[in-house]
């Protein structure tokens, strides 16, 4: 067969390993999963019951232009309804944003250390990706990155909060790289994080929208909302971005289940709320002991942290492991030596502390 060489060369993105997987290999019977940014209260009660209701419906294709939650989406905030794509995760309109503009041979900027799919779609696609350096704390260096654009440059993919590093670009840097940055190059923002965020000085790039920039956003249900197994995830952009976005968007791409619990998640304010409360007490808490444990913590605006063990992460990951404890080791994103942790309930992170605690100890 022919296969293009870039797709040869292509590493999958490799998932955390699932509770039940490690539970058969290491033959324990309790797992605190704090790998995967998942929500640790669970999924938003209203949304469970309106997925319950809608597998009755599961005999019927869905309804393909997700007309009550686009509408719903656009409502919250302050936008047309065919300004809305759906997607099968935040990771597939990302993708459909990039395959909208993206073309073998053009290129496409984003962070060293920045969320992996970016660089895994620019190889699929065939693009050039240009991965600038971090700032000194892992952030987004938007000064470089503006700086990075040639005139083969066709897209730029930012995160932020960003995965893993858990770093925030504040309002001042972002309006100072939009006045540097050409208009005509479509920028994604990915805001799959963005509910966690309480900081006064989070960007605002919705008004950036409505004044016509060129931008896409992207947030998902899987992360506050606690949908992260149905895969349901949304852009919003233009409506001459959307509109071709929408073109290359895949049929049916968002399932009645995920459509369903994702309308009755975006009003479950309370869920949320609390949500937000638990990841503040949990960031501080995990923060603090990962510091006392003598570990280099990145401060973080998401529901996670990424620590900094002094030492390959690798033997810290699988003694934690034996331990009951499955945390994420970010090699893949070029930080060798560190540790992403989800921020689970207190019991989880008390449980983790211990683990990491004894792990170390022993020099593992």
Same mark, same amino acid.
């Given at each position: 067969?022919?296969?293009?060489?870039?797709?040869?060369?292509?590493?999958?993105?490799?998932?955390?390993?699932?509770?039940?997987?490690?539970?058969?290999?290491?033959?324990?019977?309790?797992?605190?999963?704090?790998?995967?940014?998942?929500?640790?209260?669970?999924?938003?009660?209203?949304?469970?019951?309106?997925?319950?209701?809608?597998?009755?419906?599961?005999?019927?294709?869905?309804?393909?232009?997700?007309?009550?939650?686009?509408?719903?989406?656009?409502?919250?905030?302050?936008?047309?309804?065919?300004?809305?794509?759906?997607?099968?995760?935040?990771?597939?309109?990302?993708?459909?944003?990039?395959?909208?503009?993206?073309?073998?041979?053009?290129?496409?900027?984003?962070?060293?250390?920045?969320?992996?799919?970016?660089?895994?779609?620019?190889?699929?696609?065939?693009?050039?990706?240009?991965?600038?350096?971090?700032?000194?704390?892992?952030?987004?260096?938007?000064?470089?990155?503006?700086?990075?654009?040639?005139?083969?440059?066709?897209?730029?993919?930012?995160?932020?909060?960003?995965?893993?590093?858990?770093?925030?670009?504040?309002?001042?840097?972002?309006?100072?790289?939009?006045?540097?940055?050409?208009?005509?190059?479509?920028?994604?923002?990915?805001?799959?994080?963005?509910?966690?965020?309480?900081?006064?000085?989070?960007?605002?790039?919705?008004?950036?929208? &409505?004044?016509? =920039?060129?931008?896409? /956003?992207? @947030?998902?249900?899987?992360?506050?909302?606690?949908?992260?197994? #149905? $895969? +349901?995830?949304?852009?919003?952009?233009?409506?001459?971005?959307?509109?071709?976005?929408?073109?290359?968007?895949?049929?049916?791409?968002?399932?009645?289940?995920?459509?369903?619990?994702?309308?009755?998640?975006?009003?479950?304010?309370?869920?949320?709320?609390?949500?937000?409360?638990?990841?503040?007490?949990?960031?501080?808490?995990?923060?603090?002991?990962?510091?006392?444990?003598?570990?280099?913590?990145?401060?973080?605006?998401?529901?996670?942290?990424?620590?900094?063990?002094?030492?390959?992460?690798?033997?810290?990951?699988? &003694?934690?492991? =034996?331990?009951?404890? /499955?945390? @994420?080791?970010?090699?893949?994103?070029?930080?060798?030596?560190? #540790? $992403? +942790?989800?921020?689970?309930?207190?019991?989880?992170?008390?449980?983790?502390?211990?683990?990491?605690?004894?792990?170390?100890?022993?020099?593992?």
């Amino acid at each position: 067969m022919h296969v293009r060489e870039n797709i040869k060369t292509l590493l999958p993105y490799v998932p955390g390993k699932p509770i039940e997987e490690l539970e058969r290999e290491l033959g324990l019977k309790e797992i605190i999963k704090l790998a995967s940014n998942e929500n640790p209260l669970g999924a938003s009660p209203k949304g469970l019951e309106a997925a319950k209701k809608a597998l009755t419906g599961i005999h019927l294709y869905p309804d393909g232009s997700g007309y009550h939650l686009t509408g719903a989406i656009a409502e919250r905030h302050g936008v047309a309804r065919p300004q809305v794509v759906l997607g099968n995760g935040s990771n597939e309109v990302i993708e459909i944003a990039a395959r909208t503009f993206l073309a073998p041979g053009d290129e496409a900027i984003y962070s060293r250390h920045a969320f992996i799919v970016y660089p895994l779609i620019c190889k699929a696609i065939g693009a050039t990706g240009i991965e600038v350096p971090p700032l000194p704390d892992l952030g987004h260096d938007l000064e470089g990155i503006a700086a990075a654009v040639t005139s083969k440059t066709r897209f730029i993919f930012l995160a932020n909060p960003n995965n893993p590093t858990g770093t925030m670009f504040p309002q001042s840097a972002w309006k100072k790289f939009l006045g540097r940055v050409p208009a005509d190059i479509p920028i994604l923002v990915d805001e799959a994080y963005a509910e966690y965020v309480t900081d006064p000085d989070y960007p605002d790039p919705w008004k950036d929208l &409505a004044a016509g =920039r060129n931008l896409i /956003i992207t @947030r998902t249900f899987s992360k506050i909302f606690g949908l992260a197994g #149905l $895969r +349901i995830g949304y852009a919003v952009s233009t409506p001459e971005i959307s509109d071709l976005m929408n073109r290359v968007r895949p049929p049916f791409n968002a399932n009645t289940v995920a459509q369903a619990a994702a309308l009755a998640a975006l009003s479950d304010e309370d869920f949320v709320r609390r949500s937000r409360e638990v990841n503040v007490r949990g960031l501080r808490y995990l923060r603090a002991h990962l510091e006392k444990l003598g570990l280099k913590v990145t401060p973080s605006w998401g529901n996670f942290i990424l620590a900094g063990l002094g030492r390959p992460a690798g033997s810290v990951y699988e &003694a934690l492991l =034996r331990k009951g404890v /499955i945390a @994420r080791p970010v090699g893949v994103y070029d930080l060798p030596n560190h #540790l $992403r +942790i989800t921020v689970g309930t207190q019991e989880e992170i008390e449980t983790l502390v211990k683990a990491l605690s004894a792990v170390l100890g022993t020099g593992a």
